[in-house]
């Protein structure tokens, strides 16, 4: 066996070290089932202290805009009696400009109360600025460890934007080429330095989003008179998804329906050489969305708290091009600059509002900042470098990784509804993997999973698949 076999080996003794002794084993059972609300239940905060924490720390209680502008284009183009309302969660406002401090903020605080020295977090994303911002408030040290670049060292430019904002908020960045090497990485850098592991996929990352949920909830039903019909929530890993809505449920919002929105990258491979840089968006697109509801648990955590397929009523997608226009309609019209990443909800929201009544209210759950890489113009002219084509028209001939189409007009904006059926027989295709009998627990599992407690569809397909049920 060679050294690096040998290291892996180790990585669950590690792991444990850096979770603060969160023994994912106790939550365990047979074959395939864990006591997921144990496991959310195992942080010792409830909604008012992580609130509590998280205004400490410069996090939370953002502005709710209605749209004022948008709203009224959407009239326009909306048959009589129809055209919901927009609302959007400024989210940028939080400390290191996106939700992601509220996903930092619990675990950081967590690991100061236990004595930690420092957080190490493997992420390309906001997360690392997050973490790096709520670790210097916190006087930890912060380690970020970040995929960057492609073979020949060339780095997307929002990643290396997020990068120069880990390093901005005084984190140590290691940047890593697309492979592998991440997880490698993070797990000799948690070995050797003790810190905590600030992982994006456990309990304490996905409670501290609840407050999100919450805080919509309770200002839409205070300005309103009523809980938001739909929140939009833009998708990659599942933590936005999961705990968006477990905040909604929360805040009395259980009739709300949460819709999921991802850019539509279908057909490239995140972990390809070639295709890692001929994306323009660097999250919330289909790469990770789809993955990670089919098979929450492939993370640096033995088990993922985010677990979308449980709490998305639906799954849209919109192109690249769409959210680049919505990110510029959004500055031109409504005059706010912001990032791509709640423009992807945006992008969806616009000409699904028109298919609703007036009376309807949507919320688009968050912004983040912007500037730099993650400007349209930046990841245009990348794109184009990468051979990538840019056109103007019709946003239906998009084709991810060849051509970006920028609609002409708001009225060409779509979405495309991607059904949820074929996504959960693939997550229970792969839950069942080598099985041919299960427990009547596993069975509750499965069907809380995919969110189908009153239906037959987990019976029926593990009837067709001809697998038992037992005890
Ligand atoms: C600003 C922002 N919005 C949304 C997402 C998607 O969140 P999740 O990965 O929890 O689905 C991310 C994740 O990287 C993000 O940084």
Redesign the pocket.
Known sequence: MGKVEEFLKKSSIIMKKSLAGLDYDKFEKKFISFDYNELMNSVPYNINEIIKIQREFKVGGTPLYELKNINKIIKKLSKPGYGAKILLKD?ANNASG???AR?ASLSIYHAKKLGYEGVVAE?S???GAAVASQAAQMNLKAIIVQEVFDSKWIGQPEILEKGRACEAYGAEVWQMTVGPELFYMTLLILNETGYFNAS?YTPYGVRG?ETLGFEIANEVREKYGKYPDYVL???????????TKRGLIEGGAKDTKVI?VSVDLRGLHMASDRDFNRKSF???HTG??VP?MVKPDRTDVPRNA?R?LRYIDEYFIVSQGEVFYTTILLAQIEGIER?P??N?SLAAAIPFATQLPEDKIIVVQ?T?YTGAGKHPFAQLSFAKKMDVEILRGDPKDNVPGKIIVIPDDISQLRYEKIPLEEIKKSYLKNAIQNLDEITKDDLKFLKEEINELESDFVERFLFEKGVKIYG
């Open positions: 989210e996106s939700f992601k996903r992420t994303g906001n997360y994006l989003i929530v833009t998708h990659a890993g599942g933590g936005n998804v999961t705990g999921g660097t999250t919330g990770f969305g990670f985010a979308p990032g990443a709640g992807t968050e983040e």
